[in-house]
């Protein structure tokens, strides 16, 4: 069973641009989180998307955004980057049936310059 | 609001030795809580969780945690370190499942041999 998986690996970007990541859950999982880790600050919570629909949302700005398409993958904006966007993104995804655990992706590593 | 504190952001320790990470909790109702582990390079995976059942919750690797409510605590342990262990691991704390998973800093495990 192919596991969560994200693209790319690493992306970087310059302070201003657009930065887009992907993700696509275990087979039969219907629920995507995405987590930033950023160094010193541990992982955040960013957004959760069930069915389809942004269910959760974390302390971030707008700028932070995504979606979930028909096939459960989901992809996650960042816009006007800042150097402080530099993080490791990690994707996770379980059943949303209670207390799932989560099975997490690799990430994307973003490095802002 | 909850949240986690994992106390000590770096553990060293002997291969063989007992490896103790500690992690406390504040949540307003009954938390379910997990440890996950990180190896470099990749996501995070759950060692064990804590949902209400038996306080005492066995995990994979050897390790194990014991819900202590009294002292709102759910350290992590495991009687002889290998050197495999050397990982990163998060605490974290739900109310609802996985929906909302608050994680700690986490704690950087280093095997001296």
């Known amino acids: 069973e192919a596991g969560v998986t994200q693209s790319p690996t690493h992306l970087i970007k310059t302070r201003g641009q657009q930065a887009t990541l992907r993700c696509s859950p275990i087979s039969g999982h219907t629920s995507v989180y995405w987590y930033q880790q950023a160094l010193g600050l541990g992982l955040q919570f960013l957004l959760w998307?069930?069915?389809?629909?942004?269910?959760n949302r974390g302390n971030f700005p707008p700028r932070f955004s995504g979606r979930q398409f028909p096939n459960y993958s989901s992809e996650l904006n960042v816009n006007a980057l800042e150097l402080e966007d530099s993080a490791l993104y990690l994707c996770?995804?379980?059943?949303?049936?209670?207390?799932?655990?989560?099975?997490f992706g690799s990430g994307t590593q973003l490095s802002v310059l | 609001a909850q949240s986690v504190t994992q106390l000590g952001s770096h553990v060293s320790v002997s291969e063989g030795a007992l490896v103790l990470l500690r992690c406390n909790y504040s949540?307003?109702?009954?938390?379910?809580l997990f440890w996950y582990v990180q190896y470099p390079n990749q996501g995070l995976q759950l060692l064990l969780k804590y949902t209400s059942a038996a306080t005492l919750v066995k995990g994979i690797n050897g390790f194990e945690a014991e819900f202590k409510k009294s002292e709102t605590s759910f350290h992590l342990t495991k009687p002889s370190a290998h050197m495999s262990d050397a990982a990163e691991y998060f605490c974290a704390v739900s109310d609802r499942g996985a929906q909302k998973l608050v994680f700690g800093q986490g704690t950087r495990l280093t095997i001296n041999p």
């Open positions: 949540s307003s109702v009954p938390p379910y």
């Open positions: 998307y069930d069915e389809g629909e942004e269910r």
């Open positions: 996770a995804s379980n059943r949303a049936t209670g207390n799932e655990k989560l099975f």
